[in-house]
Structures are given as C-alpha cells and as structure tokens.
C-alpha cells in the first residue's frame, strides 16, 4: 500500500495529477448533470399518482446517496491519514466535508419540499429523514471542530477521529432510528417503497446519480486543489505556479 | 510491560482523579441537582397531570442525564490539560488507551453512578408508574457507562480549544441517539407491559462495544490535544 | 551501551514556516546538551518531538542505539515541560507519592524528599497555594528519586529561586557524574560547567 501510495504522497505532483483531471471531470459533470436533470425535469413522463412533483427525486435521491458515501469518504480519508501518517489525507478531509454538508443540506430540503404534497407537511418524522437529518448534524460536527482549531493539521487530525467515531456509529442511529419510527409510527406509508420505477423515470434518474457524483468528485479535486497551495503556500513550487498563473494572465490582458 | 505494572498505572490514575474529585465535591453535586432542576421544571411547564408526566417521565429524565454529562465532561481534561499531567500520562511506558480507560471509569463512578442513585426520586417526581421503575433503572445501569465513554472522546477532542461548551455538544448530542431511542423505547415496552429486556440487553451491548472502542479514540485524541 | 540518544537530520516546521532542518546529534552517557536559540526557535518543539508529543516533518531518533534488549525507551527517559503537572487540589505529599506510583517508581522516604528540595513544612498545603517555584521543586523531586539515564528537561529552573537553582545544579552534577545524560533548555547560564558539554544552537525561521 505504502510503495503504491508514496509517488501520490508528494503535494506537488499530487497538484499536477489532479489538475489534469479536473477539466475533464467538471465538463463530464456539466453535461451529465445537465442532460439528467432536464431529461428528469422536462422530458420524463409525470407520475401515475404524484403527477410532477414527483420530479424532485431527480435532485433528492443522488444528493441522498451521496451524502452518505461522502461521509465514509471522509472517515476512510481520516483513516489513511491516521494509520499512513499521510498529511495529504487530512487535506482530503477538508476537501470532502464541506461537499458532503452541502449534500445532505440539499437532499434534507429537497427531502422536505417533497413532503409537503406528500403528507401535507414540511417535516415529518419519517425514518430517512430523521437519519438524514442526524448524519446533517455529524457532518456540522466534524466541520465545527475543524474550524475551532487554530493549527489546521490538528484541526484534520481531530475531526478524523470525530468522522472515524462516526462512521461507527451510523449503522446504529440508522437503526435506532429505524426501530423508534415503526415503535411511534406503526406502518406508515413512505413515499419512498413503491412498486420498481418505470424505465422512462430510472434512466433519467441513474444519469442525474452519475452527474451528481461527478460534481462531487469534481468540487472535492478543485478544493483539494486549493487546500494543496493553501497548506504549501511557502513551498518554492507554489510560488512558481503562482507566478505561472499571473504571466498567463497578464499576458491575457495584453492580449485582450 | 508486564500486567503488574499496567495495573498499578491504572489504579494510581483512578486514584488521583477521586482524590482530586473528592477535594472539589461540588464538581459532582451540581450535574445531579441540574439534573433535579430540571425534572422539576417539566411538571411546572406541562402540567402536573400524571398521564402526561408519566408519559414523558423517562424521556425527560434521559435527556436531562445527558445534559448533565456535558455540563459536567469539560472538567474530565480540561485541568489535566492545564496543569501538565496529561502531557505526562502520554509519556508512560504504559499503554495510553489503558489509562484513558481509568478516567473514563472515574467518570462514571462520580456522574453516572449518582446519577442511578438519583433516579428513582426523578421517576417519582415524574409520577412514572411503577411498571417503568425498574427498567428505568436497568436502563441507566447499562446506558451511563456510554455516556462516560463517548464524553470522553469528545472531552479529549476539545479540551486543547479552552472553549468546548457549544462545540463539545455539537459533537456529542448526535452520537447520543441511539442510546437516548432505546433508553427510553424500553421504559416504553414496559409501561405498555410488553418485554423490554430486548432493548436492555441491546443497550448492554453497545454499552460494552462502546466501553472496548472508546478508550482507543480518546487515546488519539489526547495525543492530537498535547500536540 | 554508551550513547543514549542519536537524532539524524530533524527537520519541523510550523505554520508553513521552518523551524529547523537538518539537526543532527548525539548524546553519551555524561552529556549534558543544552540547547540554545531565541524565543519562538523551536526549542520547546526540538524536545517536545524528541520524546514523541510533537510530530517532525523529517528526521529519525533512535534511543539507545546500543541496547541489546529491545525494551521501551519510555522507561528509560524523564521528560519535564514548561507545566509542572502538579494537582493543585492535593498536597505537596499526595502529588509526591502519586507520581512516584505512575512511573513504578519505589520511593523510601517521602518526607526526606521533600526535605531535600526545600519543603518541608508545607507539604499539608494544597499545591494550588503554593507560589509556582514551589510547586516547581515538587515536581523536580522526580529527578531524585527516580533512575532513568535520560533527562529531557524544558526550562528546569523556570521560577526558582537561586537556591533552588544552585540545588538542580548540584543534582545534575551528581547524574552526569553516575553516567546519565541531560538534554535541556534555558536562558540562564549555567553557574556549574559539566564536564562534556555541547551546546547546540537553534536559528528559527532561516534555516
């Protein structure tokens, strides 16, 4: 692992690595992104039963799943950076929470639009949302106490451990929370169990998945990107890639 | 490192931490008064019918426990941190997570047992019928013991920023949930006269898995607070 | 085995800035190494990370090079920040004895202890009373009753008096002489000249 890893563990080329893929990752996720999305919102035919508003699940659901594996993203980055020692992984929690809080923000509210012509209220204290809502509240942790530290690499090191403890502990507020619902609910009716979907609505719904992850992987590389020139900002190579980018600016100028 | 050694490690640090406690006994009062504060208050707020209060009884008293834990955790460091000795514990040839474990059981003996003690007059004072007291009970034996272990965690994580408060229950309240829906489903089962062992021993369970993880992480926190 | 301690090529940095890079050294038995430097050269951080609290950028430290048994450097070594970590809710006498207890340290006689550095008489007192040269000394009691060959010392004589300076002195002679070793900091000069002294200078910031 560590003989594989350790060309990638040097910032600079990590920088460069990255930058390389970045173009191509954000133009695949403009266009995936915008293609499910339309398809989903214009073209995808109206339900049988919710009629349009239904469409929401076009946003709520890929911001749902995303949230999630960005969190065990994070704790896994928070595990490498612990166990390898490795700093770049500590940056790539930085770089990942953020993305994962705004996830889960989106897929809460989308969450609770959806139900106001679902169960003619904007919260319910439905299993997913509530466990949705508890993994918002783990996501503000990790980032509240990353920002409380002065000392950033401390500030990564600490909310590794938060997202490690965490992460043990979704499967079981997950089931908790599960447990409560049937406990105070009984059998509710969920939106979310229905008959499998129609081909015309899962397609359109699988291409906005794919072009929500891509926007994630493409905000974390942009992020980590910055976060890279941000922690090595004294390092000779930042100030050449600095300097770089003002010529070619400057040049653009004179250009223009 | 032989057992030997391990062992008076842990009961000299055990010892310390009581003896210390035992100069500032006030430290332990005011969690459990907090905690009678507030079950007192609820029947002033809702009403002193007992089909409300009763209902809510081991609800309210659950989150009034947890509360007091983090009123009371900050101190669980925070001196430690201040004076030098945790620095110093770090440096033991011992292992750390041993002696992280000596706090976490000094914790609990000074706010989690008390805390079982004072129970019954809570459920009293709630006028929470008969067939919860005793689940009421077990839960707290069994639930206590986690809310020492994971305020640990969260005390080690903070304890460098001289400024937990708010932070250190934004951490924590989350990953009180699970204990906190048992807890009280199981006083729930037992006042509807269904069996509630089934969320005991649930609880037990986390209980444990929770007492064999937690002094791990608490042990890499410290080691990121003397940093 | 002679040479306590050998540290290749540490380098720290903070906040983005170096430290130091490229320290090099060595200590045997009877060293003392008194580490010199302005405020804020990386003193504190050079012993802090010798002993493991602090993370270097680079550079290896090897204890004990020379042991033929692999057993834990942690019990081979002392190690006193600029926290004296005292109780300041137990008495001089309590602290004393709960030290000696968590490092597995036998000691005969507490109170002769106490005696020797000078408090006598106060040790009913809680430490939070007394002024931070006493609390101080009984910290450093720890460096008489306890037998490890290495101290690591972070500004020993911080708060005390010049008696108490001329006592840690004496105490240092007598552990130098027995073949143990010293790595220290501080701003004051040394009234006593031990025999083997290296004196390594630390230049924050332009290395």
Redesign the interface.
């Known amino acids: 692992m560590w003989r594989w890893l350790h060309p990638y563990a040097k910032p600079e080329v990590v920088y460069h690595l990255l930058g390389r893929w970045q173009p191509w990752l954000s133009i695949t996720a403009a266009l995936t992104l915008g293609l499910g999305i339309v398809w989903g919102l214009v073209f995808a035919p109206a339900d049988y039963q919710q009629g349009d508003s239904y469409r929401i699940i076009f946003v709520h659901v890929p911001t749902a799943m995303f949230s999630m594996s960005l969190y065990i993203a994070l704790a896994i980055a928070a595990f490498v950076g612990r166990v390898w020692q490795l700093k770049m992984a500590d940056w790539g929690l930085a770089a990942i929470a953020p993305v994962g809080l705004t996830f889960t923000f989106i897929s809460l509210v989308t969450g609770a639009i959806w139900g106001k012509p679902m169960w003619g209220t904007w919260w319910e204290w439905d299993a997913r949302l509530t466990s949705q809502l508890i993994l918002f509240f783990l996501y503000v942790g990790v980032l509240a106490l990353y920002h409380a530290f002065s000392d950033q690499r401390n500030g990564a090191k600490a909310a590794g451990i938060l997202a490690m403890v965490g992460v043990i502990n979704i499967p079981i507020i997950r089931y908790s929370v599960e447990w409560w619902n049937t406990l105070h609910q009984g059998a509710t009716l969920t939106v979310f169990e229905r008959p499998p979907m129609a081909t015309s609505m899962l397609i359109p719904l699988l291409v906005s998945i794919l072009g929500f992850g891509l926007l994630a992987g493409a905000l974390i590389v942009q992020r980590m990107r910055n976060e890279i020139l941000r922690q090595e900002l004294r390092r000779p190579w930042v100030k050449h890639v600095l300097n770089q980018d003002r010529a070619t600016e400057l040049s653009k100028t004179e250009q223009a | 490192m032989n057992d030997t050694s391990n062992w008076a490690a842990f009961t000299a640090v055990m010892r310390r931490d009581l003896m210390v406690v035992m100069r500032r006994r006030s430290d332990v009062l005011n969690p459990l008064l907090f905690i009678l504060m507030v079950v007192s208050l609820f029947p002033l707020a809702v009403g002193p019918g007992p089909d409300i209060l009763g209902r809510i009884a081991a609800g309210v008293i659950w989150v009034a426990a947890l509360l007091s834990a983090l009123l009371g955790s900050e101190r669980l460091f925070r001196d430690d941190f201040l004076d030098g000795t945790l620095e110093q514990l770090t440096l033991l040839p011992q292992p750390l997570p041993l002696l992280a474990g000596a706090k976490i059981v000094v914790h609990w003996l000074l706010s989690g047992l008390p805390l079982v003690i004072l129970a019954p007059l809570c459920a009293l004072l709630l006028k929470l019928p008969a067939e919860g007291w005793l689940t009421l009970m077990a839960t707290l034996v069994v639930g206590t013991p986690i809310l020492s272990a994971v305020t640990a965690i969260g005390a080690a994580l903070t304890v460098s920023l001289g400024r937990g408060g708010a932070l250190l229950s934004l951490l924590l309240l989350p990953l009180f949930i699970p204990l906190l829906i048992f807890a009280t489903g199981a006083v729930e089962a037992a006042l509807m006269g269904t069996a509630a062992w089934p969320q005991v021993l649930l609880l037990a369970g986390l209980s444990l898995l929770t007492l064999l993880l937690a002094p791990f992480a608490v042990a890499a926190a410290i080691r990121v607070s003397v940093n | 085995m002679s040479t306590l301690l050998t540290a290749k090529q540490l380098s720290s940095q903070r906040?983005?800035?170096a430290l130091f890079s490229d320290l090099s050294f060595t200590v045997q038995r009877g060293d003392v190494l008194h580490i010199e430097g302005v405020n804020g050269a990386g003193k504190s951080t050079l012993l802090r990370a010798l002993?493991?609290?602090?993370?270097l950028q680079s550079g290896q430290i090897e204890f004990f090079p020379d042991a033929a048994d692999d057993h834990?450097w942690?019990?081979q070594l002392l190690?006193m920040?600029?926290?004296?970590?005292?109780?300041?809710?137990?008495t001089a006498i309590?602290n004393l004895t709960?030290q000696a207890?968590?490092?597995?340290c036998a000691i005969d006689d507490a109170w002769q202890l106490l005696a020797t550095v000078g408090l006598l008489g106060l040790e009913d007192v809680?430490a939070g009373q007394l002024s931070a040269g006493q609390q101080r000394r009984i910290a450093l009691t720890r460096l008489w009753y306890s037998n490890v060959p290495l101290w690591i010392l972070d500004e020993p004589f911080t708060a005390l008096d010049t008696d108490g300076i001329e006592l840690l002195q004496q105490r240092f002679a007598e552990h130098t002489a027995a073949g143990g070793a010293i790595i220290m900091t501080s701003h004051q000069l040394l009234t006593w000249t031990p025999t083997r002294l290296q004196r390594l200078r630390i230049t924050g910031g332009d290395a």
């Open positions: 906040a983005g800035r002993v493991g609290l602090v993370q834990d942690r019990n190690f920040g600029h926290k004296a970590g005292i109780k300041a809710e137990l309590e709960l207890k968590l490092c597995g809680p």
